[in-house]
């Protein structure tokens, strides 16, 4: 079919739905994810209240003050991670919205070939985006294992034998 400029190609519907069901299963999923990403970052933001609190009712002298310092400070960590990992997974998702979009542009108006590369940059930069959010979400994993080993310390040799 011929393109004029100014005119709309002919198009099906079901094509235009077509094209955008992958991207549109991708921002799907990332939707859970950034949900996911979320909960966590409430379930640890409620456990460093807890955190400050006990360490204003501890006095500096007993055991426990050293050990909640240093769980204090791994969880604004953790949760410093889980900010800039939910970051990169909402850019992800705006940049697969521009794909979407671009996709059932590029079906509009085929010839236009800053379409169809606005669409894939948008689909290939929010993978990105995915994949660094995935990561910052690794490393803060990888932090929690530290926080068990901290909740632990102020205990006897015995308790810590049981514990690990």
């Known amino acids: 079919m011929l393109y004029v400029m100014g ?77 800039w990992a939910s970051w990169a997974a909402a850019l992800a998702l705006l940049n697969f919205l521009l794909a979407v979009i671009a996709g059932g542009t590029s079906l509009l108006y085929p010839p236009v070939v800053a379409i169809r590369t606005v669409g894939t940059s948008g689909l290939l930069i929010g993978l990105v985006f995915i994949g660094v959010a995935v990561s910052i979400d690794l490393v803060e994993s990888i932090l929690s294992r530290k926080e068990l080993e901290e909740e632990i310390a102020d205990l006897d040799e015995e308790a810590r034998g049981l514990a690990g």
Do not use: C
């Open 7 to 83: 005119t709309v190609a002919p198009y099906k519907l079901t094509d235009l739905l077509s094209s955008a069901g992958a991207t549109i299963g991708i921002i799907i999923a990332g939707t859970i994810f950034l949900q996911f990403l979320s909960n966590k970052y409430i379930e640890l933001s409620g456990r460093y209240r807890q955190l400050t609190g006990e360490y204003r009712g501890v006095r500096s002298e007993q055991n426990r003050h050293a050990p909640l310092r240093t769980q204090i400070r791994l969880y604004r960590r953790r949760l410093n991670l889980l900010n």
